[in-house]
């Protein structure tokens, strides 16, 4: 199987959308590789395994799925067929049972991870100064401006709800750990991969590497694809 006949579904966390994936959309075209990035909803947790669900029901298999941050709980709900190999970055995976809180809480906060709280709403938004000081400190300025102006809040019961069995116990996953995370900390990331016995890559890079270093995801999400266009 050649790498034009795979197919990437990226999928974006809290407070981004999908544009945040478009430098990553593009290193992954210059080498072939076909990717979409799927739109979630933020509203609860069984609307975006829907709207992922939604989203792969249009891909042609093979797919591999990528999940950043909240999204690694999402990619490891759906039970699409299509989808051959699961990778994290810088993502949460809770165990059957196991909240996106749980899993978020589990190890001590960075001291300039921003303190979170719904607003009367429902919905947590991320403090414009947390862009710079915790979710994306390498970017630069102007993609600073452009990820504030844009986020999207998350519910609340969102990470509320314990998941089922994750489908990282029967698919081979690649999980790239952030060392410079400030919102998820690099040891809860190194405890969730060791346990899904994924293949770990530990990278000098910030909580959005996504945007701030673009061609250290694209090769990783290449290294799982090619795993498994040679099988």
Known sequence: MSLRDMKVVLVHGAWADGSSWSKVIGGLAAHGVSAVAAPLR??????????????LERIEPPVVLVGHAYAGAVIGSVRDEKVKALVYIAALAPDEGETVGDVFYRDA??????????DRHG???????????????????????????????IMVSCIGVAVGRPLWNERPSWFLVADQDRMINPATQHFMASRMGAQVRSCAVDHTPIVTAPEVVTAFVLEAVQAISAR
């Open 123 to 153: 919905l947590i938004w991320l403090p414009d100064d947390a862009f710079a000081a915790a979710f994306a400190q390498n970017a630069a300025p102007e993609e600073l401006t452009v990820l504030a102006a844009v986020q999207q809040p």
């Open 42 to 55: 933020l509203t609860s947790f069984a609307d975006d395994v829907a709207a992922l669900d939604r989203t």
């Open 109 to 118: 906060a960075h001291p300039k991870a921003p303190t979170l709280a719904p």
